[in-house]
């Protein structure tokens, strides 16, 4: 097992900033952020490839900044000009594993989430979850 443990979150204001993390003890292939509202599915926010490269659902890309430090193997997830609709749980994410493949993906569909969609790898391992609410 390679537990997750995220931290940070809040309230905040809207068009406030508020900074999560998320933490793993183990080896990592790729991690991921994850939100999900309220009566709504959960959707993905962003990642961290494989390969360090960054990928954004639209909705937040211009306002979240995704990073990860390897040498403490914790994710960050920076939010600025928050909205209320970012209010939610957010979760972090992890494919531990891997192989001859890019971690290209934050799709969720059928109750399931894919770090590659053609291939149909799934993120196998889940934090918590921290609460994030924006008011107006």
């Known amino acids: 097992q390679v537990p997750l443990v995220e931290s940070g979150g809040g309230s905040v204001q809207a068009g406030g900033s508020l900074r999560i993390s998320c933490m793993a003890t183990?080896?990592?292939?790729?991690m991921a952020w994850f939100r999900q509202a309220p009566g709504k599915e959960r959707e993905g926010v962003a990642n961290?490839?494989?390969?360090?490269?960054?990928n954004y659902a639209t909705s937040v890309k211009g306002r979240f900044t995704v990073s990860k430090d390897n040498a403490k193997n914790t994710l960050y997830l920076q939010m600025d000009n928050l909205k209320p609709e970012d209010t939610a749980m957010y979760y972090c994410?992890?494919?531990?594993?891997?192989?001859?493949?890019?971690?290209?993906?934050?799709?969720?569909?059928?109750?399931?989430?894919?770090?590659?969609?053609?291939?149909?790898?799934?993120?196998?391992?889940w934090g918590q979850g921290t609460q994030v609410t924006v008011t107006s």
């Open positions: 994410a992890a494919h531990v594993g891997g192989g001859n493949w890019v971690c290209q993906d934050i799709h969720c569909a059928d109750g399931a989430c894919y770090a590659n969609v053609p291939l149909g790898v799934r993120y196998n391992r």
């Open positions: 961290v490839d494989n390969d360090g490269n960054p």
């Open positions: 183990g080896y990592t292939f790729c």
